[in-house]
């Protein structure tokens, strides 16, 4: 009930922190251990490399928003250094206890009129250097190419305007499996921060992206790369980046969409231009391939086989792992009467979704082969045994 | 009538909590019925009913109060800024309404149409959409029902525009009666208003009528039918409001309630009434004329 | 001044007796909180609801804190995190902050300019009586068919429209009742503080929590009605078809967001307002010295009303606004601080030069003052418009709002409740206790909050109920700070029952020998009716804070 889960708390040993913490294991210990941790922490900032500030970022835009960013935070310290140094002089020296006695002053217009005049030159002096990156990030004409990005609950799409290319990004599933798991978490170096499908761009060249989205706001955010958007549906917004250095660059989705809004990354992929172009041209042979195999006729054990991969990167996310849904919000597979009752219908809902809800078209999204599969999968998985075997040709015709 | 010297704070009372419980179970039995759930529908009547009950009981008592000289001048005077405050919240709930009819169309549409910074959204999203207001094909019309056209605002809605004025002044008319003690004309004044109230009702119900049977303008056609529906649709249910309040300001009339001094009810619905002219004149102009 | 000491003593005097010789006292068992119409019930009732809801929210804070304890899902489902992250938005706002300001308001207002109570007493019971089943509506949403709202306390459309579950209606409902006591609520204070003033007291010679209150009532008028504007568009778009934030039918997605942030940026100062009028009271109280720059407050607050109807896009500089627009709103949200700097220097100057003494409020009040104005230097950097695109929607926001809610508005309310507790029941806290919990609370509260500004910059999200291993560390001192601050709770409620019950008798009225204001001219504990005559001139002006009479 409830959405409670039952894996046990305090199962992790994830960051070296966490280590030295562990190292003490007494039973009576363990209790007030973690509330060392505070203490332990002081000398930890000196030795580890925490990340406590912004990153310069790869890009020109990102490393104006640090210097902007430095800028107002010295700006803040100053003044915060002011305000709190004559409050704390007062709070010592002009104590009772210490026989101060009060004056009477309650009224300076002068003194207002520098205390007002003075935050708002400050603020105008801010404000040039904040308008001028401003307009900037905001210049997204002369494009040297163009990426789409449209957000689904929860996976990201890239279509290549120039190329033709197009595909989805997942979270990947070695970090699907760690969620559950803290020593497959511990194995990882970018749980949740890891997909099945980068998005690869060419350094030195000035991309245009723009963001949509299928069902409800996403907002596509790479730190690195001073890009974050809201990807609303219906409406296209656009931003820009030209990557300076080829590596690899993480973010995630930064607008709440939902159930998996936590596991919706982004990994930007950046390399020179001649190892894009032979992606570039990897990507277009493969594409070929997939089409190809929607010709032939496929065994059951295939489909299912298939089936339960696409089921679960693409359906358990709402349908969940073992067809059980949630009450309300997603129906379950187990038993449903559409996964056990008239296949036309069956094909419909996958094909075209339905409207108006969570379940999405996914015509669009996966070819015929795939469909074929997963809903032979749904029809006979989870004690749904209809026995119906759907093969690639009937999807095409159903189309 | 002897008014008291001290302000008026009144004993215990069970309207307020009868009030919470009638909303409560309003509101929570609409919430239940919109899925579908009988019994759900069932306590929204019975919410209803206790909310007219608690209305009419507690007003009874603050008249009932107000006749037994409780209430000075001080207690009056709270009155009025208490209706004053309520009319502004009411006014900032329309302009809610108003701001989506702005941001509709001088915004959005436009923007699906390929205005301002959104040339991308019209070019990949929605080719074939136009933007022109009144929006009658939407970006995509597969779940709406399509208009045939528009309400035009020389036709009823003209006609409603005066009957509406028309009842400002004869409404205005009543209080100069009840000003100069004038019995008979204020009751006739009242009771005018009230009937162009009603007449206005009428006119707004046949106008829904045949934007429903024969234009297809439903409050499912998109963003046009949207904002046309809740806006005049608020407004007439105000109107409603108003025209109730008055009748009961006419009945006391009759009962020689108000006085030249000590009016307040009267007062109250009059600003009222004239508030939801003041809308309606607002509504004229950029829901149906321009 | 004409008028001698002894003669206003004898005119306090007189107040302490002129309650007990016509009145009733009140009616006996629940129907007295029930039927109540006494300002000082109400006021009560307003502050033990707000009290519950705190720890109902803050209970949903601790979900939230033990499953960010570490990386990995552990206590809760995603969907049910993002339910406890909604529910806890909302209750806080609207269940703990708002209605604890409006008890105070109730208690203190009538107090503080001498009237008899409020200006319509049965409306405010009603204010008050819509609360809790407003309240239950709300929980309730948690027991049905799939769970709660899971939006977010702004509940974006379309998330909250087509992609939610059907309890939302629910949601809607509740919604509507909150604001419509907010409504009434405002519309009291209004009428009060107008109409209600004791004859000789002028608008400028208000205590400047009377005057902070004021302000926010015309906010909470012009605000609440457009949420209900916005939540009915949800309803219709839900449920009759319309499509107001639906792209297909020429909606948008962002209308939603404009209409909720014209609600929701003033709905923040109406959350501070009257904080900075609770520290406004106490800082002079303790530093023996008037308030500096009486005016300019007034003037300050003011300022910061009018600017908060027309910033509100600061929360939606991502959303896609037209360059231009995003260039107004950075502006005009910098602009705030200029007004709020006013007040930050006029309680710093109050102190300055003053006789200070650091008794339980006065601590509550200056660590409002230094953990304010902190969560105020982010807000100003989160008012960047190029620079929001690396903060928004991460912890940096988490903790700016948390700063200016957690350590400005509950502080302040905090200061207000060891403030004037002693006046309401007649019996003083333990103090040492009191001293105790303080230390514990701020100390804590920094180890809860701080570090989110780091986990901000490091790129970790907000409402997201697992993370990547490189946020872990700050996020266990983040818990583990929450828990301790969560506890200190505990602590809190043990002082004010204890006070309450067994609290050593106070019995002068000013029982802050140096407080200033009508408040303390009458009896302690304060009579079930006061100012049943309104105080005079000389006694007003002598109780003003401000003037000079120190
Ligand atoms: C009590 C509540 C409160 C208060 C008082 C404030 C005060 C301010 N807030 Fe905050 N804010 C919130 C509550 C509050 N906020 C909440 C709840 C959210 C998140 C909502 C959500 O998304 O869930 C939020 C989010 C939020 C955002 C959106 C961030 C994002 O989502 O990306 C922004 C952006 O501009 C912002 C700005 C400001 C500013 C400029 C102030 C200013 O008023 C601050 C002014 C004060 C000072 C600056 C300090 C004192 C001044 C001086 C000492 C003078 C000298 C100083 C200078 C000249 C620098 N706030
Ligand atoms: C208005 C006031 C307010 C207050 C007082 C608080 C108080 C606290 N908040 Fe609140 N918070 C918000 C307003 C507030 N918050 C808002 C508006 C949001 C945004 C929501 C959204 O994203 O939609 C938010 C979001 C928010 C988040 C981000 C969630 C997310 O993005 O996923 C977090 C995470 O740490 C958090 C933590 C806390 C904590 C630890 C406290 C603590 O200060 C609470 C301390 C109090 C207690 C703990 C009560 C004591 C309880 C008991 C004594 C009972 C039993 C106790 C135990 C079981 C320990 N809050
Ligand atoms: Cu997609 Cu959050
Ligand atoms: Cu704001």
Known sequence: MLGIRISPFLSAKNTSLFNIVNSINNKYLNIIKYFLIPLLLSPQFLFAEYAINLPKGVTSVSRNIYGLHMTIFWVCVAIAILVFGVMIWSMIFHRKSRGAVASNFHESTAVELVWTLVPLAILIAIAFPATRVLIDLENTEKADMTVKITGYQWKWQYDYMDEGISFF????????????NADNRN???????????????????RIRFLMTSNDVIHSWWVRDLGVKQDANPGFINDAWAKIDKPGVYRGQCAELCGKDHGFMPIVVEALPEADYQTWVGKQKAAQKAREAASGKQWSKQDLMAQGQKIYSSTCASCHGVTGQGIPGVFPAMVGSKIAT???????????????????QAFGKQLGDADLAAVITYERNAFGNNTGDVVQPSTIKSAR | MQSRQEYYVPHGSYWPIMGSIGMFSLLGGFASSLHGNTIGTVAMILGFGVIIFMVFG????????????????QVDNSFRMGMGWFIFSEVMFFAAFFGALFYARELSVPWLGGAGNNAFTNAVLWPDFKSVWPLLNMPDNSNFSVPKGIIHAWEIPAINTLVLLTSGATLTWAHWALMNKNRNQLIAGLALTIMLGIIFLGLQISEYFEAYQHLNLKLSS??????FFLLTGFHGLHVTLGT????????????GHFNKERHFGFEAVAWYWHFVDVVWLLLFIVVYWL | MSTTTTDLQDEIDALGKSHDNHHHGPEKGVMRWIKTTNHKDIGTLYLWFAFIMLLTGGAMAMVIRAELFQPGLQLVEPQFFNQMTTLHGLIMVFGAIMPAFVGLANWQIPLMIGAKDMALPRMNNWSFWILPFAGAMLLSTLFMKGGGPAFGWTFYAPLSTTFAPDSTDFFIFAIH????????????????ILNMRAPGMKLMDMPLFVWTWLITAFLLIAAMPVLAGAVTMMLTDRNFGTSFFDAAGGGDPVMFQHIFWFFGHPEVYIMILPAFGVVSQIIP????????????????????ALLSFVVWAHHMFLTGMPVAGQMYFMYATIMISVPTGVKVFNWVTTMWRGSLSFETPMLWAVAFVILFTIGGFSGLMLGIAPADIQYHDTYFVVAHFHYVLVTGALFSIIAAVFYWLPKWCGRMYNQKLAKIHFWWAVISVNILFFPQHFLGLAGMPRRIPDYSLQFADFNMISSIGGFVFGASFLLLTYIIVDCIRNGERVKEPRVWPSAKGLEWTIPTPAPYHTFDKPPGKELILAESSHTGAH
Do not use: C
């Open chain 1, 169 to 180: 990004s997942n979270l990947a599933q070695s970090s699907k499996d760690a969620i559950d």
């Open chain 1, 187 to 205: 194995k990882l170096d970018h749980y949740l921060k890891e997909v099945d499908k980068r998005l690869v761009l060419p350094v030195g060249k």
């Open chain 1, 341 to 359: 009752g008239d296949l036309k219908k069956h094909i419909n809902i996958v094909l075209n979704g339905k409207s108006g809800t969570a379940m």
């Open chain 2, 58 to 73: 507690w007003i009874g008592q603050v008249i009932h109060e107000s006749e037994e000289g409780d209430y000075n001048l």
């Open chain 2, 222 to 227: 998109g963003i046009y039918g949207s904002t």
């Open chain 2, 244 to 255: 109730i309040m008055l009748t009961v300001i006419l009945m006391r009339a009759i009962r």
């Open chain 3, 177 to 192: 009742m909150l604001g419509f006591s907010s409504i009434m609520g405002a519309i009291n204070v209004i009428a009060t």
């Open chain 3, 285 to 304: 109280t303790f530093a023996r010295k008037p308030l500096f720059g009486y005016s300019s407050m007034v003037y300050a607050t003011a300022s910061i």
